[in-house]
């Protein structure tokens, strides 16, 4: 079910812990056990994170839960701030994966450039999205490696998320004028600038998928358009 990650590479992060453009890490998960009956408000803030940083044009994209924003402190995963272990958390890694994208998906369509499009989009993020366990200072971190789609995640229509994410709005991770990251939306601008190279991905998955299954495209993509 889950694609090989490079185990070096997330190790390196983890001892040398700093937030970047494609590096996103939470203390904690985002809501504690009082709250866990919420519904929906719970998971906005979740959403616009997960999917600004998916937006990102990069194959090498982390979202890891256990480490402080400033990577000096690690905590279990599973536990919320008072120590609490979250019944979000109680269920297998495999449920939990397909709950995150199934909220993805009631929230988000998947958009294309072009005006073609792939059948198999949930199938794609199922195998684009990959979750790790690590263990650190005997701490357990959650690491969930972001492949690229070969398209944007996009707002649907009637859908608003807290903080004024607007219906059909593209959110993005960028860096902020403070040096920080944190997430907008993509300007007409910018999808212009992003229409030159998501061409360039949407094909070359077309033309993987011709021949192979979504397995082996997502990782034959992975190990040649990015080096």
Request: glycine share 4%.
């Given at each position: 079910?889950y694609f090989k990650v490079n185990v070096m590479n997330i190790k390196k992060i983890l001892?040398?812990?700093?937030e970047t453009l494609t590096i996103e890490f939470k203390r904690e998960w985002y809501w504690?056990?009082?709250?866990?009956?919420?519904?929906?408000?719970?998971?906005?803030?979740?959403?616009?994170?997960?999917?600004?940083?998916?937006?990102?044009?990069?194959?090498?994209?982390?979202?890891?839960?256990?480490?402080?924003?400033?990577?000096?402190?690690?905590?279990?995963?599973?536990?919320?701030?008072?120590?609490?272990?979250?019944?979000?958390?109680?269920?297998?890694?495999?449920?939990?994966?397909?709950?995150?994208?199934?909220?993805?998906?009631?929230?988000?369509?998947?958009?294309?450039?072009?005006?073609?499009?792939?059948?198999?989009?949930?199938?794609?993020?199922?195998?684009?999205?990959?979750?790790?366990?690590?263990?650190?200072?005997?701490?357990?971190?959650?690491?969930?490696?972001?492949?690229?789609?070969?398209?944007?995640?996009?707002?649907?229509?009637?859908?608003?998320?807290?903080?004024?994410?607007?219906?059909?709005?593209?959110?993005?991770?960028?860096?902020?004028?403070?040096?920080?990251?944190?997430?907008?939306?993509?300007?007409?601008?910018?999808?212009?600038?992003?229409?030159?190279?998501?061409?360039?991905?949407?094909?070359?998955?077309?033309?993987?998928?011709?021949?192979?299954?979504?397995?082996?495209?997502?990782?034959?993509?992975?190990?040649?358009?990015?080096?």
């Amino acid at each position: 079910f889950y694609f090989k990650v490079n185990v070096m590479n997330i190790k390196k992060i983890l001892e040398n812990p700093k937030e970047t453009l494609t590096i996103e890490f939470k203390r904690e998960w985002y809501w504690n056990k009082k709250q866990e009956n919420k519904g929906r408000q719970n998971w906005d803030e979740f959403l616009k994170d997960f999917v600004g940083l998916s937006n990102v044009i990069s194959e090498n994209k982390y979202f890891i839960i256990g480490v402080s924003d400033d990577g000096n402190n690690y905590f279990n995963y599973f536990e919320d701030s008072d120590g609490n272990t979250l019944k979000f958390f109680s269920k297998d890694i495999d449920d939990i994966k397909n709950e995150i994208i199934k909220k993805i998906l009631n929230s988000f369509e998947c958009f294309y450039f072009s005006n073609e499009s792939l059948k198999n989009e949930k199938e794609i993020l199922q195998k684009s999205i990959i979750f790790n366990i690590f263990n650190k200072n005997e701490k357990k971190i959650l690491v969930i490696k972001i492949n690229q789609f070969p398209f944007l995640l996009k707002l649907k229509k009637e859908r608003i998320l807290k903080g004024g994410y607007r219906e059909k709005s593209i959110i993005i991770r960028t860096i902020k004028p403070d040096g920080e990251p944190g997430c907008t939306v993509l300007s007409e601008e910018e999808k212009e600038k992003y229409k030159k190279k998501f061409d360039l991905i949407y094909h070359r998955y077309k033309m993987l998928s011709s021949k192979n299954t979504i397995k082996y495209i997502v990782d034959a993509y992975a190990k040649t358009f990015y080096k």
